[in-house]
């Protein structure tokens, strides 16, 4: 199976090395030309457009900004629509609208193609890892079909029907960012009260309170960076989709409201590409404290791949 892959950023660029080390032949494209460097010079191929990408492969994987791109990936002028869909897999990875995604699903399926949604979790060193939870939606028999592929970046969980992915991710996102903005509050109240920051994250993990955030994404605050390899920018566009999403079930949303004012503080204050656990600085800084701790806390980023 032929591959294309479009949208080289932090996760995709990744997921995309990891594609071509299990041996398919991949062809990339990114707005960004300079992005696909190190998947050229692993023996990937380049195409100028996703309608020349699409026409030279079986299956296109996506992985971009949020859903404009993923609307102009597929209706641009070059866009996948434009080309050969007839039989072609469009698997889309990015954390989207359910309810713009599957217009443009049908818009696919219209030309003869197949839509999977695949959006992932996890951060960049499970994307690096190739381990990276996928909730992926579509027809059982097209999922079959490009299993290999999806087990080359990551993990499969099946969710349903095509857009359930979507659905997944959102509501994934919305317990992580709530997570990630009362994880500052708790920090700051303990260390305000006597209590180490490092000792309280050690009691903490494998208690009630913990969460992924708390064990993987804690050592950025103790380090400082707050992990700016997941920006503000989209932490405000998944809560964002996640309103929407609220807004249409009519779900009552207090505390998701709660928390994307919160990012949309650290946002006005260190800038929308300041790291996602900035969250937590503001509560930091409004305290007038800091929660740095010495150690060789490694960067999510510099994690090697195994391979």
């Not at 993990?155 to 509501?171: E, I």
Request: charged content about 20%; glycine content about 12%; hydrophobic content about 45%.
């Amino acid at each position: 199976m032929k591959v294309g892959f479009i949208g080289l950023g932090t996760m995709g660029g990744n997921a995309a090395k990891n594609l071509i080390r299990a041996g398919f032949a991949v062809v990339v494209h990114d707005l960004r030309p300079d992005a696909a460097k190190e998947h050229l010079t692993m023996g990937a191929t380049w195409a100028g457009s996703p309608r020349e990408l699409i026409d030279q492969v079986d299956c296109v994987v996506s992985m971009v900004f949020g859903p404009a791109q993923c609307e102009a990936i597929l209706k641009a002028e070059n866009g996948l629509i434009h080309g050969n869909c007839q039989g072609k897999i469009w698997i889309d990875m990015t954390t989207s609208s359910p309810f713009l995604m599957r217009r443009l699903a049908a818009e696919f399926e219209a030309a003869g193609g197949h839509a999977v949604d695949a959006p992932v979790t996890g951060s960049v060193d499970a994307a690096i890892r190739g381990d990276m939870p996928m909730f992926v939606g579509g027809d059982d028999v097209i999922i079959e079909r490009i299993r290999p592929v999806i087990e080359a970046m990551g993990q499969l969980r099946k969710v349903g029907a095509y857009g359930n992915g979507y659905v997944a991710k959102l509501v994934n996102n919305q317990l992580w960012k709530i997570h990630a903005a009362a994880i500052g509050e708790a920090m700051v109240t303990a260390k305000l009260a006597g209590l180490d920051p490092l000792t309280w994250w050690e009691v903490m993990k494998g208690g009630a309170a913990d969460s992924f955030v708390l064990s993987h994404d804690v050592p950025s605050i103790f380090a400082g960076h707050y992990d700016p390899s997941f920006p503000i920018a989209l932490c405000l566009k998944d809560l964002s989709l996640i309103k929407e999403l609220m807004d249409h079930t009519g779900t009552t949303n207090t505390l998701t409201e709660a928390t994307h004012e919160r990012f949309r503080e650290a946002g006005r204050r260190y800038g929308n590409q300041a790291g996602e656990m900035t969250v937590c600085k503001v509560i930091e800084d409004d305290a007038g404290i800091d929660l740095r701790v010495a150690g060789d806390w490694v960067k999510p980023w510099e994690v090697q791949h195994a391979g």
